[in-house]
């Protein structure tokens, strides 16, 4: 909540007879101020500012800076950024609700009134992550894959519907309706967001962050959000602002029209392995010039879904009538229809196809110069163009098999074949980048009729899926009466969720699976998604490619990766005559007259009536009621974490560390991945052996990803990474470390290791070298470091996102003096450590540098404790308890 407004910036604009408050960014004025030349992305920002303005965390001087921006300087100025919204999914948004429900019995604790707890900003919930596509290639493929979803999370679900039911302003769409990032542009985005503030209706930009990297989708209607880690996405629903630095930004001009036999996908492929190359790490990446208006919202929204693959933190695009005009189609109401182009017209948001903001630096692409593209076989940016991607797969294979002419005889439904390296065992149109898309998605069914009639039939080794990313897309499939084709070449829906780009792939066929792993053979998927790391989509599939979803059918024809889809047929006809790509690849005419007749805004209206209602089987769900969760001492998914034990309503005064261990001694370039848990659950790890304890078969181990609600299973998994090499136990690789607290120090696992530690009322302390929390964020990598009994890090230089995590969860950053080690300063990790000098804090002041004593080395360490808010959340043991105890007080 504002409580200053510096320049004067608080305004009202009238729409059709209604009045907003708004903050006028032409107010901002000065010497050296430029606001009309920003980035559309830094105007949102600036916007952000001067509504939120409260002369503490958000002062004048950052306004200033801010409009101020010098386009040239490298990122120095932290902002604080208060998002309008959280979106979720529900991997990695279940433990967000998790410490919503024990925030609310610590209230109770504290003799306050639970339902105080409740999201502050507003936090919506799509279940899309867990459908797997166990069934395919039937009629009954969905329903089927619905029901087993069902029973393998049966727990989760109980506890997001109660979650529904218990807290205002946090909604979640049931599993079976859809992608969460196209239920985002196509529903729950509204690129100008109202909402009432102390008693008047504020107007202002959409902004969010998601708990998923592709939140950055929601750029391509002009919404600035991107994905952030579980601790960030909890601080933005309870009120609390991002921490961020003035990013550098990227102007990305477009000139040109796409050309016949090119797609959106082939566009977005291109661009990717422009920005890669370039370098776009933690920037903001913006698309300008007279290309962005002939670019149909659904390839901007394509574009935007991949930023995480270039690496920038957003790729947005202005407002402008294509986006007015897709708001409208999706089914939004014409009073936000106008106060979308009232406010970005009045703001100066609105898209000048003839104006060039200043940026940092600029590239720019001719879109008539794009060609039919795949990328692969392991990286996002790796494209290649059809015309060479047989070529290009030989020249691959060398890394994947000394024996490149192995071959086996596989026998399937009666039909005998011979496979080999190549063979196209996936074929999958899939996730949220294209089955968003239109063009892209008509384009493959029509691709779909048109090799039906010809007589053509898929090979018998390709496992086909179609996940859809809404149900509109099976609304407009079935009136344009192109659904019985799909099904015909075994495109059967198979569910409205991830699937196989998060590697929910399910199991290969069965005869193709046991053939792959007797001759090793490096068979491929293909697929229309974003993502296609090794050992990502399938265990038995070594090669992955990224492909639009017309070639995603093409390639299931085909049958082999090791074709030259261009020149080679892709089968017969009933006539036997040989059938090219060029024969059946529809006219972006074709697609365009389809869409046309077969997509309306009422099909939107009518899928999203009652988007949050669930079906039957959602609304049957056995679920617990009433203002705190009834947690189930059984559960092995969902428990009660330990963050507000003990808890005084005043926070205690912070204490010095004394007597502390090192847990691990860590070198250069640790990411959150090393940290904290994901993938498999191994049956003879710290985790494996806690649920085989509690009755879990090792075949119901699910994933670390699926069991993020229980504390137990994730504290035993960080950093139990394999590749991870603790120093401090040479010679092994992934979680183990000493115990010191035994003779001889002996190895252990971090976690036994741990459990003594705390038995001993031992403090524990990590060193670390550069980059230390490096990658995605991943709020488990704070959250384990905190519950391991860590109470500081000690590192040559800091991740932001993690470093802010720490302190979120009770643990202090420290950094070694400028241009010292570990190794320089000669710390093995075997000396008890002392810091000093952190009660400073407990006088309101956050000192800039402790006392570090470790055995015979003193040095003074750098406190990372950077922002007064920060230092609020340090103070109070973290950012859950600080946001408690000021609900508390506020009665």
């Known amino acids: 909540m504002a409580s200053q407004d510096s320049f004067g910036a608080k305004s009202t604009l009238d729409v ?390 192995a071959t086996a005889d596989v026998e399937i439904d009666g039909q005998k074949a011979t496979i080999g390296h190549g063979a196209v065992a996936i074929a999958a149109i899939t996730s949220c980048t294209n089955t968003s898309n239109p063009s892209v998605m008509i384009g493959a069914a029509l691709l779909a009729k048109n090799a039906v009639e010809k007589g053509l039939s898929r090979k018998p080794w390709v496992k086909t899926t179609l996940a859809p990313g809404s149900k509109v897309v099976s609304d407009y499939y079935e009136k344009s009466g192109l659904t019985p084709y799909l099904d015909k070449l075994g495109f059967n829906l198979v569910g409205y969720g991830c699937t196989t780009c998060i590697g929910n792939s399910g199991p290969l066929i069965p005869e193709v699976s046991a053939a792959v792993n007797e001759a090793d053979l490096a068979v491929t998927s293909v697929l229309s998604g974003n993502r296609n790391f090794e050992g990502r989509i399938n265990p038995d599939v070594k090669m992955n490619y990224l492909a639009s979803p017309p070639l995603v059918v093409a390639y299931a024809l085909a049958g082999s990766m090791d074709v030259d889809l261009f020149n080679d047929a892709l089968g017969q006809d ?113 985790a494996g052996k806690y649920l085989a304890a509690h009755g879990v078969e090792q075949r119901d181990f699910n994933s670390y990803g699926s069991r993020r609600g229980n504390h137990e299973v994730m504290i035993r998994g960080t950093f139990a990474n394999i590749r991870l090499r603790n120093q401090l136990a040479p010679g092994t690789e992934g979680g183990f470390t000493r115990d010191f607290t035994k003779d001889d120090a002996p190895v252990t696992t971090i976690y036994e290791a741990s459990e003594s530690y705390a038995d001993a009322g031992t403090p524990l302390v990590v060193l670390c070298g550069k980059e230390y929390g490096s990658g995605s964020s991943r709020d488990w990598a704070a959250k384990g470091t905190s519950l391991l009994g860590v109470k500081a890090v000690i590192a040559e230089s800091y991740e932001r996102i993690h470093r802010s995590n720490l302190i979120g969860m009770g643990v202090i950053p420290l950094q070694f003096p400028q241009g010292e080690t570990a190794e320089s300063l000669g710390l093995t990790g075997e000396e008890t450590f002392s810091i000093t000098g952190i009660t400073e804090l407990n006088e309101g002041r956050t000192p800039k540098t402790v006392k570090v004593r470790a055995g015979d080395v003193e040095f003074d360490a750098v406190v990372r404790i950077d922002t007064p808010g920060e230092a609020n959340y340090y103070r109070n043991g973290g950012i859950m308890q600080y946001v408690l105890r000021n609900l508390r007080k506020q009665g």
């Open 16 to 405: 059709d007879g209604k009045s907003y408050e708004i903050f006028r960014l032409d107010a901002v004025t000065g010497e050296g101020l430029d606001v009309a030349s920003l980035p559309f992305s830094l105007k949102v920002l600036l916007e952000n500012l001067l509504r939120t303005e409260d002369g503490a965390d958000i002062t004048a001087d950052d306004i200033k800076a801010l409009a101020g921006w010098d386009a040239d300087a490298e990122p120095d100025k932290e902002i604080q950024f208060t998002p309008a919204r959280v979106i979720m999914q529900d991997f990695t948004g279940v433990p967000c609700v998790v410490d919503l429900a024990t925030m609310r019995e610590a209230m109770a604790d504290l003799g306050g009134d639970p339902s105080k707890i409740n999201p502050l900003a507003p936090a919506e919930m799509v279940i899309d992550h867990s459908v797997i596509a166990d069934v395919f290639g039937t009629p009954e493929a969905f329903e089927r894959n619905v029901e087993i979803e069902y029973e393998r999370n049966r727990e989760r679900y109980q506890f997001l519907r109660w979650g529904q039911g218990a807290f205002d302003d946090f909604k979640v769409v049931p599993p079976g309706t859809g992608i969460v990032h196209q239920v985002n542009i196509e529903h729950l985005a509204r690129t100008i967001f109202t909402r009432e503030v102390d008693g008047e209706l504020q107007a202002y930009p959409d902004t969010c962050v998601g708990t998923d990297s592709h939140t950055t989708m929601v750029n391509g209607i002009g919404v600035v959000g991107w994905g952030v880690g579980g601790i960030e996405a909890e601080a933005a629903m309870l009120g609390q602002p991002v921490s961020m630095l003035i990013p550098r930004v990227v102007g990305f001009k477009l000139n040109g029209d796409l050309p016949e036999g090119a797609t959106a996908t082939d566009l977005v492929l291109t661009i990717t392995e422009m920005l890669r190359k370039h370098g776009v790490v933690g920037k903001f990446v913006e698309f300008y010039g007279p290309g962005v208006s002939a670019l149909p919202l659904a390839n901007r929204a394509t574009i935007g879904n991949m930023s995480p693959e270039f690496g920038s933190t957003i790729a947005v695009f202005p407002i402008d009538e294509e986006t007015t005009k897709y708001l409208k189609l999706t089914g939004r109401s014409d009073e936000q229809l106008a106060l979308v182009e009232a406010y970005a017209k009045a703001q100066g948001l609105w898209h000048d196809p003839s104006a060039e903001p200043r940026y940092s630096e600029k590239l720019e692409l001719d879109v008539s110069t794009v060609v039919p593209s795949l990328a692969g076989p392991k990286r996002p940016q790796d494209r290649v163009s059809v015309t060479s991607a047989g070529e290009s797969f030989r020249t691959a294979l060398a890394d994947y098999t000394d024996n490149v002419d």
């Open 574 to 686: 009933t006539e036997g005559n040989d059938v090219f790509l060029r024969d059946i690849w529809p006219s972006a005419q074709e697609v365009e007259d389809v869409i046309a007749t077969a997509i309306t805004s009422e099909m939107f209206a009518t899928d999203y009536a009652d988007v949050f209602a669930g079906d039957a089987q959602w609304q049957s769900l056995p679920t617990p009621e009433g203002k705190t969760f009834e947690w189930d001492p059984e559960s092995t998914y969902v428990r009660k974490p330990p963050y507000f034990d003990g808890m005084p309503a005043e926070p205690v005064a912070v204490t010095d560390i004394e007597g502390a261990r090192v847990l691990l001694k860590l070198g250069d370039s640790v990411t959150t991945d090393h940290i904290s848990p994901a993938g498999a659950i191994k049956k003879d790890s710290p």
